[in-house]
Protein backbone atom coordinates (compact mmCIF):
# COMPACT_ATOMS: atom_id res chain seq x y z
CA UNK A 1 0.00 0.00 0.00
CA UNK A 2 1.43 3.26 -0.70
CA UNK A 3 1.90 5.88 1.68
CA UNK A 4 -0.55 8.25 -0.37
CA UNK A 5 -3.13 5.85 0.06
CA UNK A 6 -2.23 4.55 3.54
CA UNK A 7 -2.93 8.46 4.51
CA UNK A 8 -6.23 9.02 2.50
CA UNK A 9 -7.52 5.43 4.06
CA UNK A 10 -6.74 6.93 7.76
CA UNK A 11 -10.14 8.30 8.19
CA UNK A 12 -12.04 4.97 6.96
CA UNK A 13 -9.07 3.05 8.90
CA UNK A 14 -10.34 5.20 12.00
CA UNK A 15 -14.25 4.70 11.64
CA UNK A 16 -13.75 0.99 11.43
CA UNK A 17 -10.63 0.41 13.97
CA UNK A 18 -12.88 1.96 16.55
CA UNK A 19 -15.30 -0.68 16.40
CA UNK A 20 -15.03 -3.72 18.79
CA UNK A 21 -12.82 -6.63 16.96
CA UNK A 22 -16.36 -8.78 18.11
CA UNK A 23 -18.28 -6.25 15.37
CA UNK A 24 -20.17 -8.77 12.80
CA UNK A 25 -17.65 -7.02 9.82
CA UNK A 26 -17.72 -8.31 6.20
CA UNK A 27 -14.68 -7.47 4.31
CA UNK A 28 -14.38 -9.56 1.05
CA UNK A 29 -11.41 -10.01 -0.49
CA UNK A 30 -11.26 -11.70 -3.78
CA UNK A 31 -11.01 -10.66 -8.27
CA UNK A 32 -15.33 -11.29 -8.87
CA UNK A 33 -17.93 -9.01 -7.98
CA UNK A 34 -20.39 -11.51 -7.47
CA UNK A 35 -22.06 -10.70 -4.12
CA UNK A 36 -24.75 -7.96 -3.80
CA UNK A 37 -23.54 -5.00 -1.59
CA UNK A 38 -25.95 -4.43 1.22
CA UNK A 39 -25.75 -0.58 0.83
CA UNK A 40 -27.06 0.77 -2.27
CA UNK A 41 -24.24 3.30 -2.69
CA UNK A 42 -25.40 5.23 -5.89
CA UNK A 43 -22.60 7.63 -5.83
CA UNK A 44 -20.23 5.14 -6.73
CA UNK A 45 -23.22 2.64 -8.54
CA UNK A 46 -20.82 1.32 -11.51
CA UNK A 47 -17.24 1.67 -9.36
CA UNK A 48 -17.21 -2.86 -9.67
CA UNK A 49 -16.39 -2.63 -13.48
CA UNK A 50 -12.88 -1.43 -12.22
CA UNK A 51 -12.88 -5.41 -10.29
CA UNK A 52 -12.10 -6.40 -13.72
CA UNK A 53 -8.45 -7.49 -14.52
CA UNK A 54 -7.79 -6.44 -10.63
CA UNK A 55 -5.54 -8.71 -8.97
CA UNK A 56 -6.87 -7.85 -5.56
CA UNK A 57 -10.67 -6.01 -4.76
CA UNK A 58 -11.90 -5.58 -1.39
CA UNK A 59 -15.23 -4.06 -0.66
CA UNK A 60 -16.40 -3.06 2.76
CA UNK A 61 -19.99 -2.88 3.12
CA UNK A 62 -21.41 -2.16 6.42
CA UNK A 63 -25.31 -0.76 6.74
CA UNK A 64 -27.10 0.20 9.92
CA UNK A 65 -28.70 -3.11 10.69
CA UNK A 66 -24.50 -4.70 10.72
CA UNK A 67 -23.47 -1.39 12.44
CA UNK A 68 -26.33 -2.22 15.10
CA UNK A 69 -25.30 -5.70 15.98
CA UNK A 70 -21.88 -3.90 16.88
CA UNK A 71 -21.40 -3.63 21.06
CA UNK A 72 -21.17 -0.20 22.75
CA UNK A 73 -17.77 1.09 22.82
CA UNK A 74 -15.50 2.85 20.41
CA UNK A 75 -17.11 5.98 21.23
CA UNK A 76 -20.29 5.29 20.29
CA UNK A 77 -19.89 5.70 16.70
CA UNK A 78 -21.02 2.72 15.34
CA UNK A 79 -24.49 4.03 16.72
CA UNK A 80 -24.15 7.00 14.88
CA UNK A 81 -23.02 5.35 11.07
CA UNK A 82 -26.01 4.72 9.06
CA UNK A 83 -23.04 3.19 6.44
CA UNK A 84 -19.64 2.50 5.97
CA UNK A 85 -18.78 1.84 2.08
CA UNK A 86 -15.37 1.10 0.82
CA UNK A 87 -14.27 -0.57 -2.38
CA UNK A 88 -10.43 -0.63 -3.09
CA UNK A 89 -8.88 -2.00 -6.74
CA UNK A 90 -5.11 -2.99 -6.67
CA UNK A 91 -3.68 -3.92 -10.16
CA UNK A 92 -0.61 -5.38 -11.20
CA UNK A 93 0.62 -2.86 -13.52
CA UNK A 94 -0.26 0.69 -14.55
CA UNK A 95 -2.90 1.27 -17.06
CA UNK A 96 -5.27 -1.24 -15.97
CA UNK A 97 -8.30 1.31 -15.82
CA UNK A 98 -9.44 5.14 -17.52
CA UNK A 99 -9.17 7.98 -15.89
CA UNK A 100 -11.90 8.84 -17.92
CA UNK A 101 -13.55 6.79 -15.60
CA UNK A 102 -12.68 7.96 -12.52
CA UNK A 103 -14.08 11.49 -13.85
CA UNK A 104 -17.38 10.21 -14.26
CA UNK A 105 -17.46 9.77 -10.09
CA UNK A 106 -15.44 12.95 -9.62
CA UNK A 107 -18.30 14.72 -11.71
CA UNK A 108 -20.74 13.68 -8.90
CA UNK A 109 -19.25 15.70 -6.49
CA UNK A 110 -20.44 19.02 -8.57
CA UNK A 111 -23.86 18.90 -8.04
CA UNK A 112 -23.30 21.98 -5.72
CA UNK A 113 -24.36 19.93 -2.70
CA UNK A 114 -20.65 19.01 -1.80
CA UNK A 115 -17.81 20.56 -0.47
CA UNK A 116 -14.78 19.16 -2.03
CA UNK A 117 -12.02 20.73 0.20
CA UNK A 118 -9.03 18.05 -0.71
CA UNK A 119 -7.72 18.02 -4.55
CA UNK A 120 -4.43 16.80 -5.14
CA UNK A 121 -3.15 15.89 -8.95
CA UNK A 122 0.53 14.62 -9.53
CA UNK A 123 1.96 12.82 -12.05
CA UNK A 124 1.25 9.87 -9.29
CA UNK A 125 -2.07 10.30 -8.84
CA UNK A 126 -5.19 12.14 -7.48
CA UNK A 127 -6.77 12.44 -4.27
CA UNK A 128 -10.28 14.02 -4.01
CA UNK A 129 -11.95 14.19 -0.24
CA UNK A 130 -15.72 15.84 -0.30
CA UNK A 131 -18.46 16.23 2.31
CA UNK A 132 -21.80 17.02 2.84
CA UNK A 133 -24.66 18.10 5.43
CA UNK A 134 -27.90 16.70 5.48
CA UNK A 135 -30.89 19.02 6.07
CA UNK A 136 -30.26 21.69 9.15
CA UNK A 137 -26.72 19.18 9.46
CA UNK A 138 -28.41 16.66 10.71
CA UNK A 139 -26.24 13.90 9.01
CA UNK A 140 -23.13 13.97 7.38
CA UNK A 141 -21.19 12.57 4.62
CA UNK A 142 -17.46 12.09 3.72
CA UNK A 143 -16.41 10.82 0.43
CA UNK A 144 -12.82 9.68 -0.38
CA UNK A 145 -11.33 8.59 -3.97
CA UNK A 146 -8.06 8.00 -4.72
CA UNK A 147 -6.49 7.34 -7.63
CA UNK A 148 -3.04 5.80 -8.30
CA UNK A 149 -1.27 3.87 -11.43
CA UNK A 150 -1.98 0.85 -9.15
CA UNK A 151 -4.53 1.73 -7.19
CA UNK A 152 -7.87 2.97 -6.72
CA UNK A 153 -9.76 3.46 -3.46
CA UNK A 154 -13.43 4.81 -3.22
CA UNK A 155 -14.50 5.32 0.74
CA UNK A 156 -18.50 6.93 1.21
CA UNK A 157 -19.04 7.31 5.14
CA UNK A 158 -22.45 8.64 6.15
CA UNK A 159 -23.66 8.74 9.32
CA UNK A 160 -25.43 11.31 12.38
CA UNK A 161 -22.33 12.72 13.45
CA UNK A 162 -19.69 15.65 13.37
CA UNK A 163 -16.89 15.78 10.95
CA UNK A 164 -15.58 16.75 15.22
CA UNK A 165 -16.71 13.04 15.78
CA UNK A 166 -14.35 11.73 12.73
CA UNK A 167 -11.31 13.65 13.80
CA UNK A 168 -11.51 12.53 17.07
CA UNK A 169 -11.85 8.81 16.31
CA UNK A 170 -8.66 9.20 13.78
CA UNK A 171 -6.86 10.54 16.76
CA UNK A 172 -7.41 7.76 19.13
CA UNK A 173 -5.82 5.28 16.68
CA UNK A 174 -2.30 5.14 17.99
CA UNK A 175 0.63 5.44 15.67
CA UNK A 176 -1.67 6.69 12.58
CA UNK A 177 -1.34 10.44 11.76
CA UNK A 178 -4.22 12.07 11.24
CA UNK A 179 -4.22 15.98 10.02
CA UNK A 180 -6.71 18.48 11.43
CA UNK A 181 -10.19 18.53 9.39
CA UNK A 182 -11.37 22.41 9.27
CA UNK A 183 -14.35 22.64 10.32
CA UNK A 184 -16.51 22.43 7.36
CA UNK A 185 -19.89 24.40 6.74
CA UNK A 186 -23.48 23.63 6.06
CA UNK A 187 -24.16 23.71 2.25
CA UNK A 188 -27.44 26.07 2.59
CA UNK A 189 -30.03 24.23 0.66
CA UNK A 190 -32.15 26.16 -1.98
Not at 27 to 45: C, H, M, N, Y
Not at 97 to 113: A, H, N, P, Q, W
Not at 130 to 149: K, L, Q, W
Request: charged share 20%; glycine share 10%; hydrophobic share 35%.
Amino acid sequence: MTKRLGLNLTLAVAMLAALPMRAQVTIRVSSSGAEAPQVKDDLFAGTEKFAQGAKDVTEVNMDKSMLGMVPKGGGGMASKMDYIVIHSYTYDKPGMYRMEDIDVFRKKLTDGSWNCFIHTRDKDGSTDICSRSGEHGESNEMVIMTAEAKELTFIHLSGHMSMGDLVKMGGGMSGVPVPPIPPIPPVPHQ
